[in-house]
């Protein structure tokens, strides 16, 4: 099907612009997964190839990083065949020079709240699109009410939260009202994480990003008011907005809502979805379980010693240099070994609820249910670069399914049109009805 150039992503590879891919922070703790996630992947890329390069502060580290995946994958070209470019986020030329060579930059430099902005600006003032894989609803919107109009001037797609946070959230809202008969009204969802014989931990990154989000969650409620965003109407039964801690007779063990960014980022995509294409908005609550009675107390005496702290600098200092011992070793500054992302795994159950054809949504209690799971691999290190780097290879081949115009998107509002569930059931991310 012809598109005229205009309304198209540019997706190609030119002289001037030589790498598809190139991924920023390589050398990271995530970063390291997402260079081979790409490496593993290249022969998906435009005509069965991908040209991609690594960018960072420290040649040598990224040098580093080229090493370790050509011997994790058995792959020894790819310490001759993948370019490294030095770039460094207090310096915007170096950004700007990356960002002129590639189509898509894979922005892997976080807490994004202190390193996202100066990326996302070299990318659209540079003409490159922009995918990362933050969980901070202040720094996605806020590059949204900064960016958006000049990404859309410049046919630039900047689109956030494309790793766990919160591709299977948002995706699986789109995927359960695709498949439910009828209008879908409201989705609730719980997720699950199970570890292996080993246990596991999240790298302490994250950590610092909840700590610098709760500490500031002022100012996000200033900022969504800059949006002036008209209520999204509320179409069917209301969505009842369950406790602080409750028994879930849906996965049988406490449940509390899900801390995260997934609820922000599916609101985003509704908003998007109802005003681009006049969908009917869906509601959505996100729970996740917490497991039995010892879990829950774990839970609350490092809650409450974290809304302690969290309030002041010195508190905030301790969380930062401590965090096994105020996450009772949820969080770690070495991150998961290879041997617990094994171990690891993830289910997200939707349990959505709607009217069949012929039913009016606005009389009346909704008549029909579904229920839909996710079901994946480590959910830090393993599915977020699989979501990632699908993410970017769906832009890379379907540029004719995205938005028709550039700007900042989630996750949902980018890919509703595109196959990016099926390229995750490919890769491990499992998508089905029950």
Same mark, same amino acid.
């Given at each position: /099907?012809?598109?005229?150039?205009?309304?198209?992503?540019?997706?190609?590879?030119?002289?001037?612009?030589?790498?598809?891919?190139?991924? =920023?922070?390589?050398?990271?703790?995530?970063? &390291?997964?997402?260079?081979? $996630?790409?490496?593993?992947?290249?022969? @998906?890329?435009?005509?069965?190839?991908?040209?991609?390069?690594?960018?960072?502060?420290?040649?040598?580290?990224?040098? *580093?990083?080229?090493? !370790?995946?050509?011997?994790?994958?058995?792959?020894?070209?790819?310490?001759?065949?993948?370019?490294?470019?030095?770039?460094?986020?207090? $310096?915007?030329?170096?950004?700007?020079?990356?960002?002129?060579?590639?189509?898509?930059?894979?922005?892997? +430099?976080?807490?994004?709240?202190?390193?996202? $902005?100066?990326?996302?600006?070299?990318?659209?003032?540079?003409?490159?699109?922009?995918?990362?894989?933050?969980?901070?609803? &202040? =720094?996605?919107?806020? /590059?949204?009410?900064?960016?958006?109009?000049?990404?859309? @001037? *410049?046919?630039? =797609?900047?689109?956030?939260?494309?790793?766990?946070?919160?591709?299977?959230?948002?995706?699986?809202?789109?995927?359960?009202?695709?498949?439910?008969?009828?209008?879908?009204?409201?989705?609730?969802?719980?997720?699950?994480?199970?570890?292996?014989?080993?246990?596991?931990?999240?790298?302490?990154?994250?950590?610092?990003?909840?700590?610098?989000?709760?500490?500031?969650? &002022?100012?996000?409620?200033?900022?969504?008011? *800059?949006?002036?965003?008209?209520?999204?109407?509320?179409?069917?039964?209301?969505?009842?907005?369950?406790?602080?801690?409750?028994?879930?007779?849906?996965?049988?063990?406490?449940?509390?809502?899900?801390?995260?960014?997934?609820?922000?980022?599916?609101?985003?995509? !509704?908003?998007?979805?109802?005003?681009?294409?006049?969908?009917?908005?869906?509601?959505?609550?996100?729970?996740?379980? +917490?497991?039995?009675?010892?879990?829950?107390?774990?839970?609350?005496?490092?809650?409450?010693?974290?809304?302690?702290?969290?309030?002041?600098?010195?508190?905030?200092?301790?969380?930062?240099?401590?965090? @096994?011992?105020?996450?009772?070793?949820?969080?770690?500054?070495?991150?998961?070994?290879?041997?617990?992302?094994?171990?690891?795994?993830?289910? =997200?159950?939707?349990?959505?609820?709607?009217?069949?054809?012929? !039913?009016?949504?606005?009389?009346?209690?909704?008549?029909?249910?579904?229920?839909?799971?996710?079901?994946?691999?480590?959910?830090?290190?393993?599915?977020?670069?699989?979501?990632?780097? &699908?993410?970017?290879?769906?832009?890379?081949?379907?540029?004719?399914?995205?938005?028709?115009?550039?700007?900042?998107?989630?996750?949902?509002?980018?890919?509703?049109?595109?196959?990016?569930?099926?390229?995750?059931?490919?890769?491990?991310? /499992?998508?089905?009805?029950?």
């Amino acid at each position: /099907m012809e598109v005229s150039a205009g309304t198209m992503a540019r997706v190609e590879t030119t002289s001037n612009r030589p790498y598809h891919l190139v991924i =920023f922070g390589a050398s990271g703790f995530t970063g &390291q997964f997402v260079v081979e $996630e790409v490496a593993r992947t290249a022969s @998906e890329g435009p005509k069965g190839s991908l040209k991609w390069a690594v960018a960072g502060r420290s040649k040598q580290k990224l040098e *580093k990083v080229l090493e !370790q995946a050509a011997e994790v994958l058995g792959k020894p070209e790819l310490r001759t065949e993948v370019d490294v470019i030095v770039a460094d986020v207090g $310096e915007p030329d170096s950004l700007a020079a990356m960002c002129k060579q590639a189509v898509i930059v894979l922005n892997c +430099v976080g807490p994004y709240r202190f390193f996202g $902005e100066p990326v996302v600006k070299a990318c659209v003032e540079n003409g490159a699109h922009h995918i990362d894989i933050s969980g901070e609803p &202040q =720094f996605l919107e806020g /590059m949204q009410l900064n960016y958006s109009s000049q990404a859309a @001037e *410049k046919g630039v =797609f900047v689109i956030g939260s494309c790793g766990f946070d919160s591709i299977p959230a948002d995706m699986g809202v789109i995927y359960t009202r695709d498949q439910f008969k009828g209008t879908l009204t409201a989705v609730e969802s719980f997720l699950t994480v199970s570890m292996g014989p080993e246990g596991g931990c999240i790298h302490d990154g994250t950590w610092q990003s909840a700590i610098y989000g709760f500490a500031d969650s &002022q100012n996000l409620q200033s900022l969504r008011r *800059k949006f002036n965003h008209k209520p999204l109407p509320t179409v069917g039964s209301k969505l009842r907005r369950r406790g602080a801690l409750f028994y879930s007779n849906e996965i049988q063990e406490y449940a509390l809502p899900f801390m995260g960014s997934d609820p922000s980022v599916v609101k985003r995509t !509704q908003r998007f979805l109802a005003e681009e294409y006049q969908a009917t908005p869906v509601q959505y609550g996100a729970y996740a379980g +917490v497991g039995g009675i010892g879990n829950i107390i774990r839970l609350m005496f490092a809650g409450m010693m974290f809304w302690l702290l969290v309030k002041f600098g010195w508190g905030r200092n301790l969380l930062i240099k401590y965090p @096994e011992f105020f996450s009772f070793g949820m969080f770690s500054k070495a991150g998961p070994t290879r041997k617990q992302m094994e171990g690891s795994s993830f289910r =997200f159950s939707f349990y959505g609820e709607g009217y069949t054809d012929g !039913q009016d949504p606005a009389q009346g209690k909704p008549n029909a249910k579904i229920r839909t799971l996710i079901q994946g691999p480590e959910a830090g290190y393993v599915a977020t670069p699989i979501a990632m780097v &699908q993410a970017a290879l769906t832009m890379l081949n379907e540029p004719a399914a995205l938005p028709k115009k550039g700007g900042v998107y989630s996750p949902g509002a980018a890919f509703a049109k595109t196959t990016l569930i099926d390229r995750l059931n490919k890769h491990g991310i /499992m998508f089905s009805v029950i």
